[in-house]
């Protein structure tokens, strides 16, 4: 198994920028492929990005690209999202994951997430 522990949100107005990161642990993180999902209330949970474990390669969801961005440093077991011209609809609580090959689904537990909360 793998633990999770997502930090990093907050309080943004529209327009602004900010960086979650999700430090895991329990197990070799370099060897996992890591995701991004997020949450509204009342809503389903849904993919955001995903990473290759070199880092490689990444995936977007339609609504986020071109303003997020994931990235990893294996050596501090970290995958990050930074997130710049937020949208009031970017507006939920931001989990990470493992992801398997097809760098969208997710296969490990989600741990608390962070709130991301972007005011208009």
């Known amino acids: 198994q793998v633990q999770l522990v997502e930090s990093g949100g907050g309080l943004v107005q529209a327009g602004g920028s900010l960086r979650l990161s999700c430090v895991a642990s329990?197990?070799?993180?370099?060897?996992?492929?890591m995701g991004w999902f997020r949450q509204a209330p009342g809503k389903e949970r849904d993919f955001v990005a995903a990473?290759?474990?070199?880092?490689?390669?990444?995936n977007y969801a339609d609504s986020v690209k071109g303003r997020f961005t994931i990235s990893r440093d294996n050596a501090k077991n970290t995958v990050y999202l930074q997130m710049n011209s937020l949208k009031p609809e970017d507006t939920a609580v931001y989990y990470c994951?493992?992801?398997?090959?097809?760098?969208?689904?997710?296969?490990?537990?989600w741990g608390q997430g962070t709130q991301v909360t972007v005011s208009s």
């Open positions: 329990g197990r070799t993180f370099s060897v996992y492929r």
């Open positions: 990473i290759t474990r070199d880092g490689g390669t990444t």
């Open positions: 994951n493992s992801v398997w090959s097809d760098l969208r689904t997710p296969f490990s537990s």
